[in-house]
Structure formats: C-alpha cells, structure tokens
C-alpha cells in the first residue's frame, strides 16, 4: 500500500463495559479509529489509535463552509467468526464521487481498504454477532484546513470510526409525503453523502414527528409531485405485484441497498420497474387496494416496512401482508450479507 500505518493500541479496552444484547443505533463506540491526513498535497502516513476527541483550529473550512462528507456500511460476523463487508469498494467509490462534488481530495482505495480492513482486524471483538446488529462503519472526510476565504482547503482528514449498533429504527415507521420542502435540488448535491444535506433534513423531518410521522417521503424540488427518497433511505413501493422505485438522478443517492435489491428481485421473480413514481398513483393506488406495500432501503434501516403515509391532512394505512417482499428481500439480502447464503454475486468481503 502507499502509505504506512502506525498502530497505537489502547491499554484500557472498554469493550467489557458494553451491553451486547441491548446495543442502541450509533451510540456506542468502539476502541479504535483510523485517521488519515491530506497535507501538502498527498495523502500522508495513517493511525490507527484509541477512539477519542480531535483537535481543530476553530477556522477550519469544516466549520465555516461544511465541506463534509461521509459513507455508511456494516461489518458482520458468520458461524465461523469470519468478518466480512458488504459491497465495501462500491462505498469507496461513492466517497470518491462525493469528494469530487465538494472539492475533497479522493482517496486511493488500496489506503482506504487497508486502513478499514486493519481496524476490523483490531476491534473484532466489537462486531456483534446477536441476529438484527451489525458493527456500523462511519468513514468520514471533511475540510480541516483553516481560513475564512470561502474556497476549498488545503488540509483534509480521513476518519473510519465504528459502532456496535442494532437496529436504526426502533419501532413502526409512518411517513409523511412532504409538499413543500426538499432535500436536494437539480444540480446540487443530492447524489452526494454530504454532511449538509442531512442538516437541510432536519427541520422539515422534526415538523413531521411533531405530526406523529417518523420520516419524510422526500419529492421532487420542482413540482412535489414525485417521490423520490425516505429520510435517508431509497424508496421502494409495491403496486399490486410490481416493485417499483425511482430513478437515480443529482437528487438522489445511488443507494447500495438499493441496487442489491434490484438484483435479487430480479433474480427471485419479482417484477421491478426503475421509473418515476407520482405521488397521485400511490394516493390512487393507496384508496383502491392496489398500494401492498411501501420500504425504505438503505445501510443502516436495511430494509424498512414502511407501516402507513399521510398526505395533505390525510393518513393511509397499508395492509398487513403474509410473506411482504421487504420480508423476502431482507432475509435474501442479510442471510448474503452473514454468511448464511450463497453469494452468487461476489458482494461479500471477507476480512
Ligand atoms: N438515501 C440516502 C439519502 C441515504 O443517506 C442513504 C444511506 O446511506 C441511502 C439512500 C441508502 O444508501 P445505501 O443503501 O448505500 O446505504
Ligand atoms: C446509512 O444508511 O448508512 C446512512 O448513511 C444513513 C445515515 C444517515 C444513518
């Protein structure tokens, strides 16, 4: 690899203090991190040290400008105490793609493989193996250059940090068909998992749990009228026995999950189509019986039914079904991810 990495383990593992069984989203982090610095130019030599605090010059362009960005992925343990990713490279890749957009240096993928696959290697320990919990990655690069110029810095950093987390969601989840606000625009910088776009969410999101919702089905910026996004996962809506969901455009994340999806359900049978969705169709499809079934898909959600909508002061449940494809193309999807499957598709990465 290009660079070296200097381990610095810590003396004192905290990992006696956590509670397995009972692991909260995010919450709870493991002992070390990786970090990587962009200087003069190139990238310079990584750590991998205990998980603590970082000091920033308070000018940095983090701060000022927000240029941020960041990856979500998961780490699982088989039978066998194999670790393995999912699909790693193709999170590298959108890094990459989201670096170029907010002027971030990319990072060469052999340093970015190496340093997630040796603090794997040295938090093991960390990944959980209780069904429905996974090790949750957080790679994250941002402007830790100083300066109040508005134009990109000229120092940047590369933080893998992890944590041992169960399930994002903790109970149903009721969404809200959002009709005036939208959380990326032509030309901006949807596609992109910058840090700002999830900031810009915030707000619209807080005014639909104020509602009683706990996501925002997220709609074209231009005429509200096509839905595009759940918070932060794809969307997924079943009609009548089709499978649909939207495009990919600047608007929208090229999810992984996403993708996975459209591969199993075309390889099990069921019928897809990758088209614009109106919110007048699934309200139609919702009133007559049509509408089986709504999901978000993502990393962190996997896939997540989604219970019922509302739309202009009006609330539409969906119906319980037997055997729902978000239940058939979740287990595909995680029995692949732990080794409990087949990978006909070469998406495992053993650790
Ligand atoms: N859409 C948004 C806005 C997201 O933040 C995410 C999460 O990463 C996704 C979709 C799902 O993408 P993936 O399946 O790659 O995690
Ligand atoms: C993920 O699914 O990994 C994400 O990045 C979504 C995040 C906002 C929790």
């Not at 070296?4 to 692991?23: E, G, M, P, W």
């Not at 897809?272 to 990393?299: D, N, P, Q, W, Y």
């Amino acid at each position: 690899m290009a660079i070296k990495i200097d381990i610095q383990k810590t003396q004192k593992s905290r990992i006696d203090s956590v509670d397995f069984d009972n692991l909260p989203f995010g919450h709870v982090f493991s002992d070390h991190m990786f970090e990587c610095e962009f200087k003069d130019g190139k990238w310079q030599s990584a750590v991998i040290k205990e998980y603590a605090p970082i000091s920033l010059s308070p000018a940095a362009k983090i701060f000022h400008y927000g240029q941020s960005i960041f990856e979500g992925m998961k780490a699982y343990k088989d039978a066998d105490g194999k670790t393995m990713l999912f699909r790693p490279l193709d999170n590298c890749k959108r890094l990459n793609k989201s670096a170029e957009r907010l002027v971030i240096p990319e990072i060469p993928e052999d340093i970015f493989m190496e340093g997630l696959k040796t603090l794997l290697e040295i938090d093991s320990d960390w990944i959980p193996t209780k069904e429905g919990s996974s090790l949750y990655i957080r790679p994250f690069m941002f402007a830790s250059g100083e300066g109040f110029h508005a134009s990109p810095a000229d120092e940047y950093k590369l933080i893998i940090c992890t944590a041992p987390s169960g399930a994002y969601f903790a109970g149903e989840v009721k969404v809200l068909i959002e009709e005036k606000y939208a959380r990326a625009a032509n030309g901006g910088v949807g596609f992109a998992k910058a840090g700002g776009n999830y900031a810009a969410q915030f707000y619209p999101t807080q005014l639909a749990i104020d509602k009683g919702y706990q996501q925002v089905i997220w709609t074209d910026d231009n005429t509200h009228q096509f839905i595009e996004e759940a918070g932060a996962m794809n969307i997924f809506v079943r009609i009548n026995d089709t499978l649909i969901t939207s495009p990919t455009s600047d608007r929208i994340l090229d999810g992984i999950t996403r993708k996975s999806i459209l591969q199993i359900a075309a390889d099990t049978g069921i019928e897809t189509e990758v088209r614009k969705i109106s919110v007048g169709e699934v309200v139609e499809a919702a009133k007559t019986g049509k509408l089986k079934e709504m999901f978000g898909a993502g990393t962190a959600a996997v896939i997540s039914p989604i219970a019922g909508f509302g739309f202009k002061d009006e609330d539409f449940d969906l119906p319980e079904l037997e055997n729902p494809f978000a239940s058939q193309l979740k287990k595909r999807i995680t029995d692949i991810q732990t080794n409990k499957a087949e990978d006909p598709y070469g998406w495992r990465v053993f650790v």
